[in-house]
C-alpha cells in the first residue's frame, strides 16, 4: 500500500499546491520546488519502483541479477507500446503543425450540412488524421460552435450536437492511437486482429451514436 500511495499523494500534492487554491497560500519558494520536483509523475514513479526494488526485492533477499532480471521482463510487454506511442505521437505533432485537420474541417464549414452532421464528420476527419480523441473533440467543438452560434437551436439539439461529436472523435481507432497499440499489445493480438476487433468496435460505437442522434434530433 506504501508502494501504491506515495506516488499518487506526491502527484495529487504538487497538483494542489499549483492550483488556484493556493496562489495566495505563501508557501516557501524552496519548499514549493521540492513538491514540483518530487510531484512530477516521471519522479513520482521512479520513488515508486525504488521503493519496490527495495522492500519487495532487496529485503527479501534477491540479489541485483534477479532484480534486473524482472525489470528486463516487464519491459517486454510495454517497449513495443511506448516506442509506438511516441512514433505515433510524433505523427499527430506533424499533423497538428501542419494543420491538416483544421484544413479539412475549416472547408466542411463552408458546406450546408446538418449540425450534427457537420460535427461528426470534424470530428471524424480530425481522428483519423491526429489519432487523439480528445484533440478530435476539442477541435469539432471548437470549429462546430459558431455554426450553432448561426442557428437557432434547442438544449436537446445542442446536447445531441454534443454526443455526435463524441461519437465521431472515438471513431476508427489505427495505427496512430495509442489505444490501438495498448489493446494489440496487451491482448496479444496482431494488427490485423486488432483491426478487425478493436477499430471495428470503435466504428460501430461511432455510427450507432451518430444514427442514435439524428433519430433523436428530428423527433425532438
Not at 65 to 90: E, M, R
Not at 100 to 112: D, R, V, W, Y
Not at 166 to 179: C, I, K, M, T
Request: hydrophobic share 60%; charged share 5%; aromatic share 10%.
Amino acid at each position: 500500500m506504501l508502494i501504491i500511495s506515495i506516488p499518487i499523494v506526491l502527484i495529487v500534492l504538487n497538483t494542489m499546491v499549483n492550483s488556484a487554491f493556493f496562489e495566495t497560500s505563501g508557501i516557501p519558494a524552496a519548499l514549493l520546488y521540492m513538491i514540483n520536483l518530487l510531484g512530477h509523475p516521471f519522479t513520482a514513479l521512479i520513488i515508486a519502483n525504488l521503493l519496490a526494488w527495495y522492500f519487495i526485492g532487496i529485503r527479501r533477499g534477491m540479489g541485483k541479477d534477479f532484480l534486473l532480471k524482472i525489470a528486463t521482463k516487464s519491459f517486454q510487454a510495454a517497449g513495443i507500446i511506448i516506442l509506438l506511442t511516441g512514433a505515433g505521437g510524433a505523427f499527430k505533432q506533424i499533423l497538428i503543425a501542419t494543420g491538416a485537420g483544421e484544413m479539412i474541417a475549416g472547408a466542411l464549414n463552408q458546406s450546408f450540412l446538418n449540425p450534427l452532421l457537420f460535427g461528426f464528420l470534424v470530428a471524424l476527419l480530425v481522428r483519423i488524421l491526429q489519432g487523439s480523441a480528445t484533440v478530435a473533440m476539442i477541435t469539432a467543438a471548437g470549429i462546430t460552435a459558431p455554426v450553432l452560434g448561426d442557428g437557432i437551436f434547442n438544449t436537446a439539439q445542442i446536447s445531441l450536437v454534443v454526443i455526435a461529436i463524441a461519437a465521431g472523435a472515438s471513431s476508427f481507432s489505427h495505427v496512430n492511437d495509442s489505444g490501438f497499440w495498448l489493446v494489440g499489445q496487451y491482448l496479444g493480438l496482431t494488427e490485423k486482429q486488432t483491426f478487425s476487433s478493436w477499430t471495428a468496435m470503435t466504428c460501430i460505437i461511432a455510427f450507432a451514436g451518430l444514427l442514435s442522434s439524428l433519430a433523436l434530433w428530428y423527433i425532438i
